[in-house]
């Protein structure tokens, strides 16, 4: 069956450093994926999302890059804030299938 | 603040009980889902509705779940016979009917089944 996953379940970063998170996805048939960030407490976010024709796609310090040839997409965080501490999942449109998320730390 | 509520947020049961959430989905969206969430691990797919039509269900959703949607506005979700397993967060999320699929979620309801 169709699955999502990211490789690492935690990811530690300085705070002002570039963050890149990665996800596998197995389903080739799928054509759009979304990007959430879940702070503790909260509901997932919307962060950005990107169509199975484009490979890049850029947002406010953010831009997620996919690569249809091996099924992988990655978040890359600019910057990063103490603000981005979160769990970060990707997800495949349109039921949602998340996979575990990546939890992102940011060190002082 | 127009977002998508859900109520209550938390939820503290014993086992054998019903229980009930809401969903308030954003106004003009005519989509909206239903997800459980436990610890570690992403939000699962439970049910969606398009407007009052309930139109897709998980094998997840055990036949102790219902979920309603009657005027195609707020929706619910109900367990009957809480089992301790139930315990997760229960997210909602709402999205147009066109365009982009992008949901919207809301802080989610937190059941405890004790």
């Known amino acids: 069956g169709e699955s999502v996953g990211l490789h690492l379940p935690t990811l530690s970063v300085q705070e002002g450093d570039n963050s890149i998170i990665n996800c596998a996805y197995s389903n080739s048939a799928s054509d759009y994926f979304i990007w959430y960030k879940q702070e503790s407490g909260k509901g997932p976010q919307f962060i950005i999302d990107i169509r199975s024709n484009m490979d890049k796609r850029q947002g406010q310090r953010v831009t997620v890059l996919l690569n249809k040839t091996v099924k992988h997409l990655s978040l890359q965080i600019a910057a990063t804030q103490p603000g981005d501490s979160a769990v970060y999942f990707c997800?495949?449109?349109?039921?949602?299938?998340f996979g575990k998320g990546t939890h992102l730390i940011i060190q002082p | 603040d127009t977002g998508v509520s859900q109520d209550p947020r938390h939820k503290i049961t014993k086992r054998g009980q019903n229980v009930t959430f809401r969903c308030d989905p954003i106004?003009?969206?005519?989509?909206l889902y239903w997800y459980r969430q436990t610890l570690g691990q992403g939000p699962e797919f439970l049910t969606y509705?398009?407007?009052?039509?309930?139109?897709?269900k998980s094998r997840l959703l055990s036949d102790r779940f219902s979920a309603e949607r009657p005027k195609g506005s707020f929706s619910t979700l109900e367990i009957q016979r809480t089992e301790q397993g139930d315990s997760a967060m229960y997210l909602c999320?709402?999205?147009?009917?066109?365009?982009?699929?992008?949901?919207?979620f809301g802080a989610g309801t937190r059941l405890s089944v004790l």
């Open positions: 106004s003009e969206h005519n989509r």
């Open positions: 509705f398009q407007n009052e039509a309930q139109l897709e």
């Open positions: 999320a709402s999205s147009r009917l066109a365009g982009k699929n992008i949901q919207y």
């Open positions: 997800a495949e449109n349109f039921r949602l299938t």
